[in-house]
């Protein structure tokens, strides 16, 4: 019942910027932690941020001061603002969340959306 929606992918020159967005919905009882993650090609999939439920960030190293997560509580969206973009940037994007569900009142479950081509040309 619950799924993970993601938008904003595309294609942008390096130093470029683009804004994913992720809406959760369906059965939903409370979300914790949303995030983001990215799978290259032959690479396993990374954490790039997450966010808590009550705001606390985190990022990996590489994207750290350029790229900002941030969360729509009330409409159960999390969000992945990416600036100054780089080739290396250049992976799948997936939408993570922890979600209990609505009949499930302290089962916490991980949920993940179809993923969003960020392709960053030089």
């Known amino acids: 019942q619950v799924q993970l929606v993601e938008s904003g992918g595309g294609l942008v020159q390096a130093g470029g910027s683009l804004r994913l967005s992720c809406t959760a919905s369906?059965?939903?009882?409370?979300?914790?932690?949303m995030g983001w993650y990215r799978q290259a090609p032959g690479k396993q999939r990374d954490l790039v941020a997450s966010?808590?439920?009550?705001?606390?960030?985190n990022y990996e190293d590489s994207v750290n001061g350029r790229f900002t997560i941030s969360r729509d509580n009330a409409n159960n969206t999390v969000y992945l603002q990416m600036n100054s973009l780089k080739p290396m940037d250049t992976a799948v994007y997936y939408c993570?969340?922890?979600?209990?569900?609505?009949?499930?009142?302290?089962?916490?479950?991980?949920?993940w959306g179809q993923g969003t081509q960020v392709t960053v040309s030089s």
């Open positions: 966010i808590t439920s009550g705001g606390i960030t």
């Open positions: 369906g059965s939903i009882r409370s979300i914790r932690t």
């Open positions: 993570n969340a922890d979600i209990i569900p609505r009949q499930l009142t302290r089962s916490v479950r991980n949920y």
